[in-house]
Structure formats: C-alpha cells, structure tokens
C-alpha cells in the first residue's frame, strides 16, 4: 500500500515562506515522478511542481517559478516543496502525488497515489 502524508501548511503572511513535506511510503523507481498539486476554493486542481525520483528533472508551473522550489531526499522517502514570496494566491489545499508507473511527461503523467491535503492560507 502507498501512502502519501502532506505537513507543514499552516497560515503565512504574504512574503513570508512555508516549507512542504510529504513523506511516501514504500519504495520508489527511478523512474517515477512526485508532484505537487493545489486547489483554491471554486477553482480547478492545478499542477504546481514535480521532481523525478533520480537525476536532476523538474517541473513548475508558470505561476510558482522562480519563488517555489521542489526536491527530495531519496533517503527519507520525503518530497518538499519550499515556498517563497508567497502571494495570496497561493492560498490552496495542496496535494502531493506519485505516478504508479514511468513518467516521461511530469505536467502530464498520471499521478495514480495522492495524500490528504494540506492547506496553506496566505494572508494580508
């Protein structure tokens, strides 16, 4: 059984940082993929960031680039996604992910586990 648990959302004020951790259960492949995902309140789920399990390939969305940053720890099972700058924006319920086979297309793949949530709230 796969197990995805998200911590470390909580309320932050706008341009402050929050760092995301979601731990995995089980063993991974190199060739799978981890993402992180968020939905906003009336809003569709949105693609947010991913990372290969091995080798350097990441992913953001056009939105979180050059604020957000995702990586790993191969060791802990742990994914993170640091957040920077943070904007009101921001404010979802973020999910993380795993692909269930290879992934080739990180934006595209199909994520077939998914942790509880964690929301993040950015205030003024």
């Known amino acids: 059984q796969v197990q995805l648990v998200e911590s470390g959302g909580g309320l932050v004020q706008a341009g402050g940082s929050l760092r995301l951790s979601c731990a995995a259960s089980?063993?991974?492949?190199?060739?799978?993929?981890m993402g992180w995902f968020r939905q906003a309140p009336g809003k569709e789920r949105e693609f947010v960031a991913a990372?290969?399990?091995?080798?350097?390939?990441?992913s953001y969305a056009d939105s979180v680039k050059g604020r957000f940053t995702i990586s790993r720890d191969n060791a802990k099972n742990t994914v993170y996604l640091q957040m920077n700058s943070l904007k009101l924006e921001d404010t979802a319920v973020y999910y993380c992910a795993r692909t269930g086979s290879s992934a080739y297309d990180l934006r595209t793949a199909w994520y077939n586990y998914w942790g509880q949530g964690t929301q993040v709230t950015v205030s003024s």
């Open positions: 089980g063993r991974t492949f190199s060739s799978f993929a």
């Open positions: 990372i290969m399990w091995s080798g350097d390939r990441t």
